[in-house]
């Protein structure tokens, strides 16, 4: 797992921008969408099945499986490590240290385990290490004996506004083999965390106990990756699993006792919507499908952490949810526009930089743009451009059994600015306060091709008058006016 803390040289990095030029002048306000019309070459959309490689059961008794590591606390210094023993509880412990072998730390965990029609889930544990360094690779082993399994992670460095950082997103996953694809080009990525937004396993698409068991081989299925960095989850529809004809009605009751979220953290009443600082970022994930209008906890608790943002320590807001706001693609079209109007003024009111969804399964990005003016009364109901209004992208193309929502609304609405059919995944490259660079990545490309990208601006410290004050007193001066050549 490479980290993502190293910075690109300037002449690099620069060569990059000349490449991203005409993706910045979309950015400014230069406005003509482009609907990409690349043909993929398809894999089936089929889940693979269970008896690949891809979903094998480690050796040993009641071995450890479906390992997966979350931030636990809100800056960085925690983490969550879940796993899940097949045959029989065992150890719920963790044992760690900065140097592989010699186990020095130890946390204990919890272990539970829940019902879905007649399956019987395995003993899912989850354990808190917390104290931990920042920047700081750690080795870990969880079970016991012959069966133990050993991993590592890398902490993100400290809190810091030029903490260069880079995250992935994935949305929609799934488990067939265009899923494969794109877990595979992102762990080629160099991205060192992944925001995911929701729609892990598809097993709801499967019956009785085919359910729990999908949920087990997504587990086994992305631990190469999962194991060794922290994916943030959101929740998608995916998740809620409402299945009255076979007696399931609590609504994520596979999702939430199988990925833990640290939403204690940052003062939610639910795992379904927190918020974590990582980085140079603070990170903001919603519920699409909790209540979230006025008064409802999500909407108090928004209200309530988009105060305690402190863009001088954490320069990068971003904002995670399933259902797309803005969406030109015939599937599910409008199904935003709820939240659209109870959190829209929020998100420009604070500058929010960027928004992740997923969703639907193709790949489109906004200008930036906002509907704020809009009312019931008002009658003036159509985005307009809007510098401080956040880029909408969605990513919902990780590649799962429904296949790929290939019919966009015609002619492409002056909001969206690229929009394609394809799988993949993206990468967000922060570069320091005020820059950050951003790719699309279609898996027929494989890693080196970036399909879209831009260079994004932070919403905060990319004002004339910071970056005046950025130039004046801060060491980066001359990455800054480099870049205000281009
Ligand atoms: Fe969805």
């Not at 980290?3 to 950015?27: D, E, Q, Y």
């Not at 963790?94 to 020095?104: C, I, L, M, T």
């Not at 019987?120 to 133990?148: D, Q």
């Not at 209004?389 to 002056?414: C, H, K, S, W």
Request: proline content about 5%; overall charge neutral; some cysteine.
């Amino acid at each position: 797992m490479a980290s993502g803390s190293g910075r690109c040289p300037l002449p690099c990095f620069l060569k990059a921008i000349f490449v991203f030029t005409v993706a910045m002048a979309c950015l400014e306000g230069v406005y003509g969408g482009i609907t990409s019309v690349f043909v993929r070459s398809e894999w089936p959309s089929v889940d693979i099945p269970i008896e690949n490689e891809v979903f094998a059961v480690p050796k040993g008794h009641n071995a450890p499986q479906q390992v997966h590591i979350t931030q636990g606390d809100y800056d960085g210094r925690a983490m969550i490590v879940s796993w899940v023993t097949p045959d029989e509880p065992g150890s719920s412990t963790v044992r760690f240290e900065k140097s592989a072998k010699n186990y020095g730390l130890s946390a204990e965990g919890n272990v539970t385990n829940y019902t879905f029609y007649k399956y019987k889930s395995g003993y899912i544990h989850h354990c808190l290490l917390e104290g931990l360094e920042h920047g700081t690779k750690y080795y870990y082993k969880i079970g016991n004996g012959e069966s133990a399994r050993e991993f590592w992670f890398t902490t993100p460095p400290r809190i810091d506004p030029d903490a260069s950082y880079k995250f992935g997103i994935i949305g929609d996953l799934g488990q067939t083999y265009n899923s494969l694809s794109t877990l595979e080009h992102y762990m080629m990525s160099g991205a060192s965390a992944v925001l995911f937004v929701g729609d892990l396993s598809y097993a709801d698409r499967y019956q009785y106990n085919d359910v729990g068991v999908r949920w087990d081989t997504w587990g086994r299925f992305v631990e190469r990756s999962t194991a060794f960095q922290p994916w943030i989850w959101s929740a998608g529809n995916h998740e809620i699993e409402y299945m009255p004809h076979m007696g399931e009605v609590i609504p994520f009751k596979s999702f939430l006792h199988r990925y833990a979220t640290p939403y204690l953290a940052s003062e939610s009443s639910s795992p379904l919507w927190y918020a974590i600082r990582h980085a140079s970022a603070h990170i903001i994930v919603l519920s699409s499908y909790s209540p979230f209008v006025k008064y409802t906890p999500q909407w108090v608790w928004l209200r309530e952490e988009l105060k305690r943002v402190d863009r001088e320590k954490t320069p990068w807001l971003i904002v995670l949810m399933h259902v797309p706001i803005y969406n030109s693609n015939e599937a599910h079209f409008m199904e935003g526009e709820s939240m659209r109007a109870v959190f829209e003024e929020w998100f420009v009111r604070s500058r929010v930089d960027v928004v992740f969804a997923g969703h639907v399964h193709a790949y489109e990005r906004s200008y930036r743009i906002s509907n704020i003016q809009y009312n019931v009364s008002s009658g003036n109901c159509y985005p307009i451009p809007d510098k401080s209004a956040p880029v909408y992208i969605t990513v919902g193309d990780g590649g799962n059994q429904e296949g790929l929502a290939g019919r966009f609304m015609d002619p492409q609405p002056e909001y969206s600015a690229f929009r394609e059919a394809s799988y993949g995944h993206s990468t967000l490259e922060i570069m320091n306060r005020t820059h950050a660079l951003y790719h699309w990545n279609r898996n027929d490309d494989g890693k080196k091709v970036a399909t879209d990208a831009f260079l994004l601006h932070n919403q905060y410290w990319a004002s004339n008058q910071r970056r005046r004050k950025l130039k004046k007193n801060h060491s980066l001066r001359e990455i800054v006016s480099q870049i205000a050549t281009y």
